[in-house]
């Protein structure tokens, strides 16, 4: 096991003007996904241009960010929302629910869709193997900040946290860095290799939700639930989990049915 190392959250510092790690990596994300998805927009069978991937992005970006903190006030800080109303626009502290995000980024897909005058699945499947590595980043960002803590393990790389910030001063899964590698790293092979070539509409849609979901569903096992919250039902089930179920039965239909999709056309 080791110590968890006193990383200072401010990256940068310019008289009153402070950068933090944790808005670093959401930034080093969202370059990441637009870079990969201007170069595969620039091979003549993609059907975008790299201009259409920067007129996304320019809106994904603030839908993303915007659906991610709405997401986790409603999802999981609610009550303290009631108590210190400011907690809403302080997003330096940390405190982003993908499960937003993904309703955010849908919105503005469906947005572009009609404007663009595109099949939404078609959005769908070309921006979703780009997500990963901003999850990636994240998940790297909420171990910089000290945040979503691991369960109590004695695995040999388990990381104790000082006792300003955890008291109890016992060893903890790093389930950040899990979901940095599984949600993140390994998502984001999986879906460039399957959508390098065409598949059936929703299909590279449905894996991304059926993978995110899965891996999500696992790592909660590791990962402290919410103190505030608990666990929700059965005294395992978690708030991450509950919101992955359907999340992952949503993205097995999407693969296996998606609408708009002839009868005979399947996943390869």
């Known amino acids: ?84 109303p400011g907690f809403i626009y302080r997003i330096w502290e940390g405190g982003m629910s993908f ?58 790389w388990a990381v104790v946290y000082p006792p300003e910030l955890d008291p109890a001063g016992i060893a903890r899964h790093p389930s950040q860095l899990y979901e940095a590698f599984l949600e993140g790293l390994v998502l984001f092979l999986i879906l460039w290799f399957y959508s390098r070539k065409k598949r059936p509409a929703w299909a590279v849609t449905g894996v991304f939700l059926m993978g995110y979901g899965t891996f999500r569903f696992l790592v909660e096992f590791v990962r402290e639930p919410d103190a505030h919250m608990g666990f929700i039902a059965f005294d395992w089930l978690t708030m991450g989990q509950l919101l992955s179920v359907p999340m992952v039965l949503f993205g097995a239909y999407l693969f296996f049915f998606g609408p708009g999709r002839s009868k005979d056309s399947l996943p390869a």
């Open 1 to 84: 096991m080791f110590v968890y190392p006193e990383i200072d959250p401010v990256a940068i510092e310019i008289g009153p003007l402070q950068v933090r790690w944790y808005g670093l990596t959401y930034l080093f994300g969202f370059i990441t996904a637009w870079l990969l998805a201007r170069y595969r927009a620039s091979r003549p069978e993609s059907g975008w241009t790299p201009k259409q991937v920067d007129d996304f992005v320019t809106y994904g970006v603030l839908a993303l960010i915007l659906g991610a903190r709405l997401g986790y006030v409603l999802f999981y800080g609610w009550d303290r929302l009631s108590q210190d």
């Open 99 to 156: 499960h937003g995000g993904v309703l955010g980024i849908l919105i503005c897909a469906i947005i572009f869709a009609r404007r663009q005058k595109r099949r939404l699945s078609e959005i769908g499947d070309f921006i979703t193997p780009f997500a990963a590595p901003g999850l990636m980043f994240g998940r790297i960002g909420n171990f910089i900040n000290a945040e979503l803590w691991g369960r109590e393990t004695t695995v040999p």
